[in-house]
């Protein structure tokens, strides 16, 4: 069977599988460790790519992060064979380091986004290479020392992460150690990383009712989501012409509407392209998306980009709109 395109687009949040060739081993020793991270931190902020939760392990590694204008192919391209050269000159070896073709998962943010942030944190206590949840609090090689405060990596998008358990820090962190403490005995979760159908539907028993209401739900392999998820990734996907403004002039009217919602709504621009959760942030952002998408017919991942969330949080936004409408 053929592969299928990536799907990509700026503001798209992607669960990144990277696995050593023949599964073979990615790092052989904590510099090798040291020298990973080091190159993603430094790429992402290069390439404007957020990473929102990361784990290294010795034979693969895992990413959650949200697309940059660059992309997620070329993003990936430069960060792992930056890595597999130097890797290759220090422990003088030649050929392959990873398996050809990494694994990348679009995601439904509102459905998703914690069972992952959670999932990959959870990975190094899950393969024992730290014993408790203490330790894993002090492990420098997953973004979760990062997340509880223990670790300080600029590059990775920390208070985003956070800002989905509380808005004060202190609340947020204890949400969210108890959050991944409860996550441990779930064990290893296939749903979240399995086929098309079964990810999209959150397991076989969601499968097995479907089937037996006669129901079908769109799914891609590609895409963890909900049918009407699926749906409005791929009619994006196949969409090859968009009505668009004249670059100068659309970036105009963009900062024209963010600035005069904003300043009706009593909000700050940087706290909205912040991610900022507050009601009154969501408000100027629901308002903000709805004008340029279907006044302007600015992409989804334009809008994105401008009020601080990612596409499917824009998709997610204008189908409350659709919803409300009479």
Known sequence: ????????????????????????????????????????????????????????????????LCSGPEGIAKFMGRFLTGYAISYNKRHRRHGHLFQNRYKSIICEENA??????????????????????????????????????????????????LNWFGEKEKEALQRYHEFVEAGIAEGRRPDLVGGGLVRSLGGWSEVISMRKRGEREITDERILGSGSFVERILQEADENERRQMAPAEGKRKIAEVVEGVCKREGVKVQELKAGGRRAEVSQARSEIAVVLVKDYGVSFAEVARNVGVTTSGIFRILRRNHNKSP
Request: aromatic share 10%; glycine share 6%.
């Open 1 to 64: 069977m053929p592969r299928q395109a990536r799907l990509d687009a700026l503001g798209t949040v992607h669960h990144i599988i990277v696995r050593g060739i023949e599964r073979r081993r990615i790092v052989e020793d904590n510099k090798d460790r040291d020298n990973f991270v080091t190159r993603l931190g430094e790429l992402a902020a290069d390439a404007k790519t957020k990473i929102y939760a990361w784990s290294l392990m010795s034979n693969h590694a895992h990413l959650l």
């Open 112 to 161: 998703y986004f914690t069972e992952l942030v959670r999932y990959i944190h959870l990975n190094p206590l899950r393969a024992g290479v730290v014993k408790t949840l203490a330790e894993l609090d002090r492990y420098r090689y997953g973004g979760h020392s990062v997340i509880a405060g223990r670790i300080n990596y600029k590059w990775q998008n920390r208070a985003y992460v």
